[in-house]
């Protein structure tokens, strides 16, 4: 069945790798995101891409990098560069739905620990 | 960038009780979407509204889009325990394709 799906449900990393966050969706979406979410808080963007071979930094994009080489695939990686990596990170994509609006759909996240 | 703001931010409750909740905005917004949060897992799509003044519902779920289309509303009817989670709300300006999310209302309901 369709949906959204990230792997691995939970990573740990030591200090200064870089890690790649895997996100695949078979919806058949144009659009992709991904956020990161801390405790007790909302959600932040980090990148998006709206297009294959195409993507736009978000909020938060210092220290993250991301690829679109695929519609079906948007993978992000946490780079040593970024200061602090340890939080919930969600994956999401994008369809214009209903009479005229849009929908937004996530996948079931990636916790990060950096040890 | 854009601001939402939601409230309230928490809330302890009785099970039977209804809920509301609401977002506002300096911003006018296109669509309105509601979330809800269960712990460790992603958002899932509960409801969109895509006209001002819409009201839309989903089960004991309803949704409102304000008439100024800055601002949207949720309603519970008789919270159960598993009405437990975080909920959030999210603004859309179309042209930009962005998404922008309150910072939820976490929902206790005690039996």
């Known amino acids: 069945d369709g949906g959204i799906t990230q792997s691995p449900k939970y990573l740990f990393r030591k200090e200064g790798q870089n890690v790649t966050l895997s996100c695949e969706q078979n919806?058949?979406?144009?659009?992709m995101y991904w956020y990161r979410q801390d405790p007790g808080q909302g959600l932040r963007l980090i990148y998006y891409?709206?297009?294959?071979?195409?993507?736009q930094k978000g909020d938060i994009a210092e220290g993250y990098s991301v690829s679109r080489e695929k519609k079906e695939s948007f993978p992000l990686t946490v780079t040593s560069a970024q200061k602090n990596p340890t939080a919930f990170y969600l994956c999401?994509?994008?369809?214009?739905?209903?009479?005229?609006?849009?929908?937004?759909?996530f996948g079931p996240g990636t916790r990060l620990t950096v040890l | 960038g854009q601001q939402l703001n939601q409230s309230p931010q928490s809330m302890f409750i009785q099970e039977g009780e209804d809920v509301s909740m609401n977002c506002t905005s300096s911003?006018?917004?296109?669509?309105w979407l509601w979330y809800k949060q269960d712990p460790g897992e992603g958002p899932v799509l509960l409801i969109a509204?895509?006209?001002?003044?819409e009201l839309t519902s989903n089960g004991r779920l309803t949704a409102q889009f304000g008439i100024t289309r800055k601002d949207s509303f949720l309603n519970i009817s008789a919270s159960i325990p598993s009405d437990v989670g975080i909920y959030f709300c999210?603004?859309?300006?179309?042209?930009?394709?962005?998404?922008?999310f309150g910072s939820g209302t976490k929902l206790n309901v005690k039996p």
């Open positions: 999210a603004g859309v300006i179309l042209n930009f394709n962005k998404f922008y």
């Open positions: 999401a994509s994008s369809i214009f739905g209903g009479t005229s609006g849009i929908e937004q759909f």
């Open positions: 911003s006018i917004f296109n669509t």
């Open positions: 919806l058949n979406h144009d659009a």
């Open positions: 509204l895509y006209k001002a003044g």
């Open positions: 891409s709206q297009i294959v071979n195409d993507f």
